[in-house]
């Protein structure tokens, strides 16, 4: 049992909250997941560790409420306790030696895993610019602690009510053509936003990171839902990832993996309503 001990409400879907785990907090490091199960009958969800305090033993996880157990999840308060979280799991990002500019970028949710990435690389001196996409003003989260780890943030929004109007590929390219030379960009978000971005930075020949969600199941490699071809190869984001060379990852193919279950989502989304 793990209890939570802090919880916050990031906007109308998106949670954020802290949980009592200190064997994992022990170990985290940023690029790493946990897999949680809320109760004895829910279903297990992968969500990246978003922080950690090794001192007072806790993570943070951020999450959007958008399905049965990630509801669940949202439901329950400072206090109460998460059934199972299993972690750290994953591959750590790793960055060689010498990368002294990084552009972080994160897309919706997709910020909660861009943030621990921004915050490892300014903690090590690297000078860090961050970009944060979102549709629309409402839904933007973790400004200001986006604003505590970098050098500059760029806020951008579909609909222009906050930040700048566009997308987050715009505003790299803006940053780019100024004569700005990134070691390394590191994608997190929706799968078509990490796909272009990674398309343009192939360009500029610049070493892409991106850090891939496909359907997880048990997260040690056994059941193979999570598989994903990388440079003409098979790869297991539980294990092998979840960061690849975006530049060898097969987009598409992801895609259409992501959608294999739409049907029942939908249909459960309609149950629900």
């Given at each position: 049992m793990f209890r939570i001990v802090k919880k916050r409400k990031l906007n109308k879907l998106v949670f954020l909250m802290e949980v009592e785990a200190p064997l994992i907090a022990k170990k985290a490091l940023a690029g790493q997941f946990i897999i949680f199960r809320a109760d004895e009958r829910g279903e297990r969800i992968p969500l990246t560790i978003a922080d950690y305090n090794r001192e007072n033993g806790t993570i943070t996880i951020i999450f959007q409420a958008v399905g049965k157990s990630t509801q669940a999840l949202s439901m329950l308060n400072e206090g109460d306790y998460i059934l199972d979280v299993v972690g750290p799991l994953g591959v750590p990002t790793h960055i060689d030696e010498g990368v002294k500019r990084a552009c972080i970028i994160g897309g919706?949710?997709?910020?909660?895993?861009?943030?621990?990435?921004?915050?490892?690389?300014?903690?090590?001196?690297?000078?860090?610019?961050?970009?944060?996409?979102?549709?629309?003003?409402?839904?933007?989260?973790?400004?200001?602690?986006?604003?505590?780890?970098?050098?500059?943030?760029?806020?951008?929004?579909?609909?222009?009510?906050?930040?700048?109007?566009?997308?987050?590929?715009?505003?790299?390219?803006?940053?780019?053509?100024?004569?700005?030379?990134?070691?390394?960009?590191?994608?997190?978000?929706?799968?078509?936003?990490?796909?272009?971005?990674?398309?343009?930075?192939?360009?500029?020949?610049?070493?892409?990171?991106?850090?891939?969600?496909?359907?997880?199941?048990?997260?040690?490699?056994?059941?193979?839902?999570?598989?994903?071809?990388?440079?003409?190869?098979?790869?297991?984001?539980?294990?092998?990832?979840?960061?690849?060379?975006?530049?060898?990852?097969?987009?598409?193919?992801?895609?259409?993996?992501?959608?294999?279950?739409?049907?029942?989502?939908?249909?459960?989304?309609?149950m629900q309503d």
């Open positions: 919706g949710v997709g910020c909660a895993i861009a943030y621990p990435q921004a915050k490892a690389l300014f903690n090590k001196g690297v000078i860090v610019d961050v970009i944060a996409g979102f549709r629309n003003k409402d839904i933007v989260i973790l400004e200001d602690e986006f604003k505590a780890v970098c050098n500059e943030l760029v806020i951008t929004t579909d609909d222009g009510s906050y930040g700048k109007k566009g997308f987050v590929t715009d505003a790299l390219k803006e940053f780019v053509d100024s004569g700005r030379k990134y070691d390394v960009v590191i994608a997190i978000g929706p799968v078509p936003m990490m796909k272009f971005v990674s398309k343009l930075t192939r360009e500029y020949n610049i070493k892409t990171i991106v850090s891939l969600n496909p359907i997880m199941i048990d997260g040690t490699g056994m059941c193979g839902g999570c598989r994903v071809t990388v440079g003409g190869k098979v790869c297991y984001a539980c294990v092998d990832g979840p960061d690849f060379d975006g530049h060898e990852v097969d987009f598409d193919e992801l895609m259409l993996r992501n959608r294999t279950y739409k049907r029942y989502e939908d249909s459960c989304k309609l």
